[in-house]
């Protein structure tokens, strides 16, 4: 989740674009770790130095809420932009903890480009990732031996094999919607979740899974050769691909989720975050992250930048969408008369269930 200057023509260029003159400082960025960190990088970061002459500090790590509001209540906030998932963005803003993104700095047709569900006022999702039915086709050889959606998935007498899952540790990322999916349930209906029902179905299932794996790169691992089908993250399957592995992905009943670019409220240089975070979604610098890292744009302008054979590959890319449907994080964040959110009930219910 990088950035020199190209001075006064530069500045003459963005005055014409009516963009606000950037001035030059030094910005605290997260970028994240991994290929993720990397991509982001190369392909923000550096570029936004040598554009604007500004220097960005890179933290290759994540901040978590806990962290966020300690920096923010105790006044010692370092960070100037940093990414957070939906549920954890509507819990930060809810406590005050997060600035509003100064939207007027945008080009108006990116800003036309990128679906609204992406543009909250707290903060704009800047890549989409998926979980996706994905099948090792050399353990299932026959395409008639392979599922196509999740109901296959959990029919294990159809289409035998080792299964791989996503932990629910986390709460507000799981196998939930997955499990709903293959007891019936419309992808229309899913939301609320239904909790109980999940957990019915999570126990089909649960004798067929080798493991409930936590990050991205457990599932790569399981696919490569240890698992014959199950939830793995789109850009592990994309790189899985790229290496030679047998591995089919199904958009079919795709999880669509995503991290979305935010600015604490006590950011030390909030003017410069707002200039990057802008700076972040055009479109030609959503291409080069996805060129990168396979993660997919949320900016549809930034297709016309990526190469078709990879573009056809991303979860949005509009053929694929159509077949996936966007996690609801509202709900995941959304608190009960106990003060719990929907997402700390998961985690508290997955804690008890995994251990049976």
Known sequence: MRLSLIKSMVAACLTSLA???LAAGTLTVVVGGGLLGEGQIKALVEPFEKETGNKVVIVKDQISLAQLKLAETS?????????????????????GYLADIDYSIYDKNDLGAIDPRARK????????FASVLGVDTRKLASPAARPNDWRDVWDTKRFPGVRTLQSGQYGDEGPWEEALLADGVPV???????????FRSLDRIKPSVRRWWTVGSEAMQL???????????????????????????????AKVNGLFWVIPKSAPHARLAQQFVEFAMRPKQQAEVARLTNYAPTNQRAFQFIDKTLATKLISFPANMKHAYIVDAEWYAAVGADGKTNAQRLVERWNQWILK
């Not at 006022?121 to 989409?128: K, Q, R």
């Not at 229309?188 to 999940?198: A, G, Q, S, W």
């Open 121 to 128: 006022p707290w903060g704009i999702e800047h890549f989409y």
């Open 19 to 21: 963009v606000p003159a």
């Open 223 to 253: 696919f490569d050769g240890q698992v014959a089908m199950g939830m793995i993250p789109d850009g592990r399957a994309l790189s899985l691909q790229a290496a030679g592995k047998p591995v089919q992905m199904n958009y079919d009943g």
């Open 188 to 198: 229309d209906k899913l939301y609320p979740l239904d909790i109980e029902r999940v």
């Open 75 to 95: 006044k010692s906030q370092t960070v100037d932009v940093m990414s957070v998932s939906g549920a954890n963005g509507i819990a930060a803003t809810r406590a």
